[in-house]
């Protein structure tokens, strides 16, 4: 079964993302310009499964002492890791909302306060 096509990231606004490639675990989705994209992939090795869900952005910067243009790259990985039994879908559901919401809460507080280096 795979995710619809295209799959669609609000990232400052909603940017479309066909599939541009599909695995046997996994499938990936550009924008087209290929400056945003979605990875999602699923393994299971030794009783444990594993969901990841990595979202990537790129741009070009200059570097403001040498004039020098370069692309860089931003990713955050959500990765669920779970023994293949013993969990329902709603107990993993309901630990991926609280984790979300605590980083959302207060208009990105927490999140916030990560990016910023705090632990």
Same mark, same amino acid.
């Given at each position: 079964?795979?995710?619809?096509?295209?799959?669609?990231?609000? $990232?400052?606004?909603?940017?479309?993302?066909?599939?541009?490639?599909?695995?046997?675990?996994?499938?990936?989705?550009?924008?087209?310009?290929?400056?945003?994209?979605?990875?999602?992939?699923?393994?299971?090795?030794?009783?444990?499964?594993?969901?990841?869900?990595?979202?990537?952005?790129?741009?070009?910067?200059?570097?403001?002492?040498?004039?020098?243009?370069?692309?860089?790259?931003?990713?955050?990985? $959500?990765?669920?890791?779970?023994?293949?039994?013993?969990?329902? =879908?709603?107990?993993?559901? =309901?630990?991926?909302?609280?984790?979300?919401?605590?980083?959302?809460?207060?208009?990105?507080?927490?999140?916030?306060?990560?990016?910023?280096?705090?632990?």
């Amino acid at each position: 079964m795979s995710l619809a096509d295209p799959q669609s990231l609000t $990232v400052g606004s909603a940017v479309s993302l066909p599939r541009i490639q599909t695995g046997q675990t996994s499938a990936e989705y550009t924008s087209a310009d290929g400056t945003i994209s979605l990875l999602v992939s699923h393994q299971t090795t030794k009783g444990r499964r594993r969901a990841l869900v990595k979202a990537t952005r790129k741009k070009v910067t200059t570097d403001a002492l040498t004039d020098v243009k370069s692309e860089i790259g931003a990713v955050i990985n $959500v990765s669920i890791d779970r023994p293949a039994a013993g969990f329902t =879908e709603a107990e993993l559901v =309901e630990l991926c909302t609280g984790a979300f919401t605590w980083a959302t809460t207060g208009t990105n507080a927490n999140l916030k306060k990560v990016l910023g280096q705090e632990s």
